[in-house]
C-alpha cells in the first residue's frame, strides 16, 4: 500500500496587490530625494578626491563650471572660451546674488587653466567657489 | 407568470494586475533622469579683484608659505616636505595661535606654478583644511565637550573665531606661461 501524505489544500501564491502600493511609495522617496538633472555634460571629467570636505546646503545657489580632461570649459549646456567666462558667470551673479561656483575640474589638470577661470571668476565678483571632490576613504 | 428576465452578472472590476508594472515603469524612469550626489568638495573665498595689488608685509612667523611646483614637490617655508606632512606641519602652528587677536593668526598661503598638477593641489589644499578642522575639534571637545559640528552655533561662531580659515591664493608666477 503507497502513503499518501496528507496535505492540506494551502494556495501557495505570493500576494501581489500590495506590491503597486510599495512600488509607489519608492517612487515617491525617489521623486522627493533627487532632482531633475539639467545638463548634458559634454566634457569628460574625473573629480580629485579628499577628506576634509563640505557639502553644500543649498542646491539652488549651486553654478557649475565643468573643465574636462581635454581642458575645455563648459558653463551651462555649451563649450565656451576662457574670455567668455566673465560675462557669463556675471549674469549669474545679477540674477542669484550669493552664487556658489562649483568648479568641477579633471584631476589631471593643470593649475593654470585653474587660475585663469579663477581670475575671470574674481573679475565677476563670484567669490565663493567650491573645488568639487570626491570623499577618501 | 412573471418572467423573470436572467441577469447576467457582469465583471465591472478595473484590473489592476498590470498596475504594478505601470508603477515600476514611472519608478524606472525617474530613477534614471534623477540624479541622487550631493554636492561635495572643498569651499573657499576668492579675494575681491583689485587692478593694482597693495603688497602688505606680514611678518615671517605669521605665514605658512607653501610652494607646490611643477613636480608636485612641497615646500613648506622653503623646506621641502611631503604633501601628508603639512597636516601636521600646520596643526602645531595653529594651536600655537589659538589665543592671539585675531589679526596675529596664521595665515597659510599656497603658491602653485602653472604646470603644477590640480589633484596635487587639491591634496594639499586638503591638507591644510583637515589640519583645520582637527584643531577647531580638539579645541571643541576640550572647551565644550563635543565635536565641532555638535556645537551650537553661538558656540560655532566662537569657534570659527578664535581659530579662523585663513588661506591665501598666490598667483602663479606668469613667467611660465
Not at chain 2, 7 to 13: C, G, I, M, P, T
Not at chain 2, 27 to 41: K, R, Y
Not at chain 2, 53 to 59: A, D, K, L, N
Amino acid at each position: 500500500m503507497e502513503f499518501k501524505t496528507k496535505r492540506a489544500a494551502v494556495k501557495q501564491e505570493i500576494p501581489t496587490t500590495s506590491m503597486p502600493d510599495i512600488v509607489f511609495m519608492l517612487l515617491m522617496f525617489f521623486m522627493v530625494v533627487t532632482t531633475l538633472r539639467e545638463v548634458d555634460l559634454l566634457v569628460q571629467f574625473k573629480l580629485p578626491e579628499a577628506k576634509a570636505i563640505e557639502k553644500i546646503e543649498n542646491k539652488r545657489l549651486v553654478s557649475y563650471i565643468w573643465v574636462g580632461k581635454d581642458g575645455r570649459i563648459q558653463i551651462n549646456d555649451s563649450i565656451v572660451k576662457l574670455s567668455e567666462v566673465q560675462s557669463i558667470m556675471y549674469d549669474k551673479r545679477q540674477s542669484l546674488p550669493n552664487v556658489i561656483v562649483s568648479l568641477r575640474i579633471d584631476k589631471g589638470s593643470d593649475m593654470g587653466i585653474v587660475t585663469d577661470i579663477q581670475q575671470e571668476l574674481r573679475k565677476a565678483y563670484c567669490l565663493r567657489i567650491n573645488y568639487s571632490a570626491t570623499i577618501k576613504i | 407568470m412573471a418572467l423573470l428576465k436572467k441577469k447576467n452578472v457582469r465583471n465591472v472590476e478595473i484590473p489592476t494586475a498590470s498596475q504594478a508594472d505601470l508603477a515600476f515603469l514611472l519608478l524606472l524612469f525617474f530613477l534614471v533622469s534623477t540624479i541622487i550626489d550631493v554636492d561635495t568638495g572643498i569651499g573657499l573665498t576668492l579675494p575681491e579683484y583689485v587692478e593694482d595689488i597693495q603688497t602688505v608685509e606680514v611678518p615671517k612667523d605669521r605665514m605658512a608659505a607653501i610652494l607646490v611646483n611643477e613636480n608636485g614637490d612641497v615646500l613648506v617655508d622653503g623646506t621641502p616636505t611631503s604633501v601628508f606632512q603639512v597636516k601636521d606641519n600646520l596643526k602645531q602652528r595653529i594651536v600655537s595661535k589659538i589665543d592671539l587677536p585675531s589679526n596675529k593668526k596664521l595665515i597659510v598661503s599656497v603658491k602653485t606654478d602653472r604646470k603644477t598638477n590640480y589633484n596635487i593641489y587639491i591634496q594639499v589644499l586638503d591638507q591644510i583644511k583637515q589640519s583645520y578642522f582637527e584643531v577647531r575639534d580638539d579645541y571643541s571637545t576640550a572647551n565644550y565637550g563635543s565635536k565641532f559640528k555638535d556645537l551650537s552655533t553661538e558656540n560655532q561662531d566662537i569657534v570659527k573665531d578664535k581659530i579662523p580659515i585663513i588661506i591665501s591664493l598666490a598667483e602663479p608666477e606668469s613667467v611660465k606661461k
